[in-house]
């Protein structure tokens, strides 16, 4: 299990210039407890306590997949986070099909 930084106030947190950067940041922090709390004084800075649905996930890709699959999203008209979650998704199925997991 990997060691996170605890974010304990609102002001540690940069700003990001891209979802990329966003996402290796949170791969290696964590929200104290107190900042998600709703009883937090400060309304303004309340994040949801609904559950995560999802979570980020940093990897890495080489320059000419990710241009590969910008382009493929662009032609699908969507991101190309959206399209590789698509991707692994329908990959993990197949496995699980093959394996007999499902």
């Known amino acids: 299990m990997?060691?996170?930084t605890i974010i304990t106030d609102m002001s540690q947190i940069p700003a990001f210039t891209s979802e990329a950067e966003e996402a290796?940041?949170?791969?290696?922090?964590?929200?104290?407890?107190?900042?998600?709390?709703?009883?937090?004084?400060?309304?303004?800075?309340?994040l949801p306590t609904r559950p995560r649905k999802s979570r980020p996930?940093?990897?890495?890709?080489g320059t000419d997949l990710e241009r590969r699959l910008c382009h493929l999203a662009e032609l699908k008209g969507t991101?190309?986070?959206?399209?590789?979650?698509?991707?692994?998704?329908?990959?993990?199925?197949?496995?699980?099909?093959?394996?007999?997991?499902?």
């Open 79 to 102: 991101s190309y986070q959206t399209l590789l979650k698509e991707f692994v998704l329908e990959r993990v199925y197949e496995e699980e099909k093959r394996l007999g997991v499902i």
């Open 57 to 61: 996930t940093s990897i890495r890709l």
């Open 24 to 46: 290796e940041f949170w791969g290696t922090h964590s929200l104290a407890e107190h900042l998600l709390s709703r009883e937090h004084t400060n309304t303004d800075l309340l």
């Open 2 to 4: 990997s060691e996170f």
